[in-house]
């Protein structure tokens, strides 16, 4: 074994460890899905953890070159979607969603500031690309600091499709993917 591996496998077990709780607790279902999107072969390090709204998580990591990646996955450790982070995927039009902020002559707003969740939630409906969709479940991504904040967003079609969407409070899509089964970790989806 690489000894150069060693602190940074010791680091990852005293994460999991912390992660430790009682079986049939939603923290125990965080700590699967933890679990399972950390058993990842392109993850190296733990970012964050929320929960999805729907029974899971989502987890973000970053690799060993500190790309960011989000993962989501359910209390019995199935991952639905394991992608990494790389740019807009609006390339910027979502930017037209945003409900400007009028000013008055003493550069006060006239009216409140857009809901982020909201201005996120119109910019995954964007990238559905019209189809429609009805959300399922929204909340903040959890991430903060270093990451740009945002929201996560569970839409579901019309034809029964459920699709997970990463977006921020400035219309920027980072990631989209479609739930169905569970994904096959010898050949996941990036």
């Known amino acids: 074994m690489n000894v150069s591996v060693l602190p940074l496998v010791a680091g990852l077990c005293v994460v999991v460890a912390s992660f430790a709780a009682p079986a049939g607790t939603a923290e125990s279902a965080q700590n699967a899905a933890f ?38 996955a ?41 809901d982020p969740l909201a201005t996120a939630e119109l910019a995954c409906r964007a990238y559905l690309d019209g189809e429609g969709g009805e959300v399922v479940a929204r909340g903040a991504d959890g991430l903060n ?10 839409l579901e079609t019309e034809a029964g499709e459920t699709f997970l969407c990463d977006a921020t409070a400035n219309a ?7 739930i169905g089964e569970p994904l096959d970790l010898a050949n996941p989806v990036s």
């Open 145 to 154: 600091t270093n990451w740009l904040p945002g929201y996560y967003v569970f």
């Open 74 to 114: 359910d209390a019995d450790g199935h991952v639905y979607a394991y992608s990494m982070i790389f740019d807009d995927l609006l390339t910027g039009a979502g930017a037209s969603l945003v409900t400007p902020i009028i000013l008055d002559r003493d550069g006060k707003p006239v009216s409140p500031p857009p």
């Open 172 to 178: 920027q899509v980072w990631a989209f993917a479609r």
């Open 35 to 72: 679990e399972a999107c950390l058993a990842q072969a392109h993850a190296a390090a733990p970012v964050t953890s929320v929960d999805d709204g729907r029974g899971g998580s989502l987890v973000w990591l970053t690799d060993q070159d500190n790309n960011l990646w989000l993962c989501n």
